[in-house]
């Protein structure tokens, strides 16, 4: 009988819980929600999705925003990179992904100097990053914004450096996951981290030479991963591989 019992609730912690990573997460732990700001200014819409813990023991007050890589405009997924994002809040972070891309938004440019012809899209991100910033403080007063840690994948981390460079003051934390063309700020305020895959180096000038990272206490952290498994494409040993990374460096 007791065996059985075992077996039943077994079962019901599975059901209740999702895979990120490969580290189980009790679904129980935090809420998902979907959102959509109006920025007037630029008459845009910025769709977001919050994840926010449940128990109140967990909540630490500390929010992050994250930033997608390029998907083609295609948009209409929330959720993505949820390995990460729902982690995340399960530890009590409250986690805010943008969704940058807008189907009528132009294609992410391809050719040229990219430092160049890839700004403007780096620029919309970073204003996108500072109206939901501003609407966050708002909505969510009691949010701990000096820890605010900003995240970013690929063109996402490009928009997450660039956003970096031109509000220091806004950041407590910036987490790259192998931006490559935008440089990284050479500052000791905000902190600087980055995540690097195996297989594409970065511009010349992104990221800081064995001086500079001393000099700054930036952290270059190349990992075993491909660029194009940093997103929902990663296995679970490589989810879980990058998720405990960025949590060591969210606790320092």
């Given amino acids: 009988m007791r065996y059985l019992l075992f077996i039943i609730l ?49 909540y630490n007050l500390t929010p992050i925003i994250f930033s997608h890589g390029w998907g083609e405009n295609k948009g209409g997924d929330y959720f993505v990179y949820s390995y990460l994002t729902k982690l995340l809040a399960s530890k009590g972070y409250f986690v805010i992904s943008i969704q940058h891309e807008l189907p009528t938004d132009e294609i992410l440019a391809m050719d040229g100097n990219l430092q160049v012809t890839r700004m403007p899209n780096w620029e919309r991100g970073s204003q996108n990053i500072l109206f939901v910033l501003n609407k966050l403080k708002t909505d969510f007063p009691d949010l701990d914004y000096h820890k605010l840690a900003v995240i970013g994948h690929s063109n996402g981390g490009d928009m997450t450096a660039l956003f970096a460079h031109q509000h220091p003051e806004m950041i407590y934390k910036v987490i790259t996951m192998d931006n490559r063309r935008m440089p990284l ?7 600087i981290y980055t995540l690097r895959s195996k297989d594409y180096p970065a511009d010349d000038g992104v990221l800081p030479t064995e001086e500079e990272k001393k000099k700054y206490g930036m952290t270059v952290d190349f990992t075993p991963v491909n660029h194009g498994n940093m997103d929902n494409d990663a296995t679970p040993e490589e989810g879980e591989y990058m998720t405990l990374r960025i949590l060591e460096y969210l606790k320092n």
């Avoid at 700020?185 to 902190?191: E, F, Q, V």
Wanted: with cysteine.
């Fill in 185 to 191: 700020p050479r500052t000791t305020h905000p902190k």
């Fill in 10 to 58: 077994s079962l019901l912690f599975i059901q209740c819980s999702v895979k990120t990573g490969g580290i189980a997460v009790a679904s129980a732990d935090f809420e998902p929600d979907t959102l959509t700001y109006f920025d007037q200014s630029r008459d845009r819409k910025i769709p977001i999705a919050i994840y926010h813990p449940k128990n109140k023991k967990n």
